[in-house]
């Protein structure tokens, strides 16, 4: 069977269990797809790559409020009426 895997480096889970540090520091900062019997089981990710993607996640949520409120209707307003 074939499995998808979405990052460039790959260990195995006795290798993690082993050296998880070690393993960690392979992968330069990136994330780590790691193996049990060559099947995918879970993503490895360091902090700062975790949280990179935490802001992802949260300017695509912004960026759906932003596009909703755009297409709503204005209300147009002076300077002088404020």
């Known amino acids: 069977m074939t499995?998808?895997?979405?990052?460039?480096?790959?260990?195995?889970i006795s290798e993690l269990k082993a050296n998880p540090m070690k393993v960690?520091?392979?992968?330069d900062g990136m994330p780590i797809?790691?193996?049990?019997?060559?099947?995918?089981?879970?993503?490895c990710v360091?902090?700062?790559?975790?949280?990179?993607?935490?802001?992802?996640?949260?300017?695509?949520a912004l960026l759906k409020i932003v596009k909703a409120?755009?297409?709503e209707e204005s209300v147009k307003v002076s300077f002088d009426d404020l």
Do not use: C, H, K, W
């Open 69 to 71: 409120r755009l297409a």
């Open 24 to 27: 960690v520091a392979s992968g």
């Open 46 to 60: 360091p902090a700062p790559a975790y949280e990179a993607m935490m802001e992802l996640i949260d300017d695509i």
């Open 33 to 43: 797809v790691v193996l049990n019997r060559n099947e995918p089981v879970f993503y």
């Open 3 to 12: 499995y998808q895997v979405l990052t460039e480096i790959a260990t195995s």
